[in-house]
């Protein structure tokens, strides 16, 4: 294992730490793993609060800021914030018109969010929660969970964070968050695995010429194993089990994100996304927005995911609104 680290046991802090250095317009609560706006609370403002596993950056402090998120909770790598971080996080960003969580599908974080909102309950704060499933790899039905939320999360994140900043009521963020919800769908493949430090070793072996297809962010195995292909060819594998799980029809307008899994080059995604417009063009689908890097990764992981947000006026509208933050600058 190569990684650039200290102490595997303190990876977290210390990168908060250069993150904050990085980035002075956020703040880092003390003896936390919680980052907030410095300028939190924001009066008249529903306050946005995210997180999750570390592992994933620039998910989730690098959606935190202007246009999108007040705070987030910065779990172990891989593993869910505890109750105690995300309730200093939405008392931060409480400024008395409540708070909306914007959570994924993960059983850790939805009992620990879920706890921590009946502990605020507990305080007179208002406090919301919308879940994030859009992992077209994991069927709906079944024994699990249900689907994982993965990097259509950051979607939300920038709808939501676009209506709150408009000062809306919790309720209208809350509901233009689940009308989100329902028009994104993504799919992910991996091209290698990558390595948990306090492991120290692969989640999985791929030989030189297979790739993963249908992986979590959190270093899981896909749902299946494929040779290795074209990017022509795997923009028809990552697309088409999208555009069958939702209906599309002729004229319907998209935004699009391509993102790196953590080791992937730009080169390589702006291939992949030539190939997508391609595809979508031919079932006459326009591509309203594009966006092409790494939003949610896994950690060194090589790969990449594909998202499709399928827009309505009203979802256009606030994806096309300002945001400033470390990850996400849109003027």
Known sequence: MKKIINDPCNVVSDMLAGVIVAHPELKLIPSTHVLVRKDAPLPNKVGLVSGGGSGHEPAHGGFVGEGMLDAVCAGDVFTSPSVDQMIEAIQAVHSGKGVLIIAKNYTGDNLNFDLAMDMASAEGIRVEKVVVAD??????????????????????HKIAGAKAAQGASLDEVKAVALETIENVRSF?????????????????????????????????????????CTAKELAVELLEPILQDLPYRENDEVAVMVNGMGSTPLMELYILLNEISKLLAARKISIHRSYVGEYMTSLEMGGCSV?????????????????????????
Not at 190 to 217: Q, R
């Open 188 to 228: 992910g493949m991996a091209l290698t695995p990558c390595t948990i430090p306090s492991v120290g070793k692969p989640g999985f072996e791929l030989a030189p010429d297979e790739i993963e297809i249908g992986i979590g962010i959190h270093g899981e195995k896909g749902v299946k194993r494929s040779q290795l």
């Open 135 to 156: 992992d077209v790899a994991v069927k709906k039905e079944g024994g699990t969970t249900g689907r994982r939320g993965v990097a259509g999360t950051v979607f939300v």
């Open 307 to 331: 998202t499709l947000l399928k827009l309505t006026p009203a979802l256009k509208a606030l994806l096309d609104e300002r945001a400033n933050t470390p990850a996400f600058k849109q003027f």
